[in-house]
């Protein structure tokens, strides 16, 4: 607008070296460029305001978790699930073969695909340390994408039951490092067999922390192999005081353990009365607490599609 002004008034004055009629002319023109960049600044303010519109719809939707409607038909796992095309990770319903009712179940389309995620730890939002009905059917946030959760000692009974099927236990600590832990014929009995965990094979980065086979020595009483579930009130560990109630947290425990992945949300390096943290021994010690777990299974003979 000054630009206009000050040729306004030079025509006025008639100071300027143009004549009159130019002079009208140029401010003509000036106002037509001034109009046209008007109209530019407000078409790229609205791009900017459609731009952050749909950022905050994607962080909605990302922290929601998207849920994906699969109709009537019944699904056994997420593997089935993406065998059948569903291929985007989230939320979908599922009915393990023994279960009496659906349930809904995180599944994890990545590394592969086809996992149905059964433990997250992401933030210590969501307490671990509860009692024996909790952990048998279940708790924690079950629409978040990165929720925290525990899916229930009955439905990875009906899952495991169904077939053979491997384990795959990611883990992260709090400088950004990943390691992974895959153990096959991973079986969960039933509750009058107070949820009896079995596993085979291992293979990954993180250590061999179920099995205690890190250390021969150590091994009798920090192996899970065989190990019945205990919860804070209800105590089936081979230690003479409880476990549970000790390390915060319900799990397959022994004399006390080598892995205690519901354990307390500590962050990092701690120090407490009793190893309560969420500890993966052969990779961090009993005295580091890891900031992200995912607890995954799979068919073992699931053969990721190829792209
Ligand atoms: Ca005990």
């Given at each position: ?151 229930g000692n009955d439905n990875l009974h009906y899952l495991t039951s169904q077939g053979d099927y491997t384990l795959r236990i990611n883990l992260e600590d709090f400088e950004g490092t990943h390691r992974f832990a895959v153990y096959r014929n991973f079986k969960v009995d039933n509750e009058e067999k107070h949820y009896q965990l079995q596993f ?108």
């Amino acid at each position: 607008m000054s630009v206009l002004f000050i040729m306004w008034m030079l025509c006025t004055l008639d100071l300027s070296d143009s004549a009159p009629d130019d002079c009208q002319d140029e401010i003509e023109r000036l106002r037509v460029e001034l109009r046209s960049l008007e109209l530019r600044h407000t078409k790229q303010q609205q791009l900017i305001h459609r731009l952050m519109n749909i950022n905050q719809m994607d962080d909605r939707s990302l922290k929601e978790g998207s849920f994906y409607d699969t109709g009537d038909t019944q699904y056994m796992d997420c593997a089935q699930i993406f065998k059948n095309g569903s291929t985007s990770s989230g939320f979908y319903m599922i009915k393990p073969l023994r279960s009496p009712t659906r349930v809904r179940v995180f599944c994890d389309m990545t590394e592969g695909g086809g996992w149905t995620l059964f433990q997250r730890r992401s933030d210590g939002s969501l307490s671990f340390d509860r009692d024996w009905n909790d952990y048998k059917i279940g708790f924690g946030d079950m629409k978040s994408a990165n929720g925290e959760f525990w899916l229930g000692n009955d439905n990875l009974h009906y899952l495991t039951s169904q077939g053979d099927y491997t384990l795959r236990i990611n883990l992260e600590d709090f400088e950004g490092t990943h390691r992974f832990a895959v153990y096959r014929n991973f079986k969960v009995d039933n509750e009058e067999k107070h949820y009896q965990l079995q596993f085979g094979m291992y293979s990954g980065t993180a250590g061999d922390a179920l099995s205690g086979s890190f250390h021969p020595e150590v091994q009798w009483w920090a192996s899970h192999q065989g190990m019945k579930f205990s919860t804070r009130d209800r105590d089936h560990d081979r230690y003479d005081r409880n476990c549970a109630q000790e390390d915060k947290g319900g799990w397959w425990f022994n004399r006390c353990h080598s892995a205690n992945l519901n354990g307390f949300y500590h962050r990092g390096a701690y120090s407490a009365s009793t190893d309560d943290g969420i500890v993966w021994y052969p990779w961090h010690g009993w005295w580091y607490s890891l900031k992200s777990v995912q607890m995954k299974i799979r068919p073992a003979n699931f053969e990721p599609n190829e792209v």
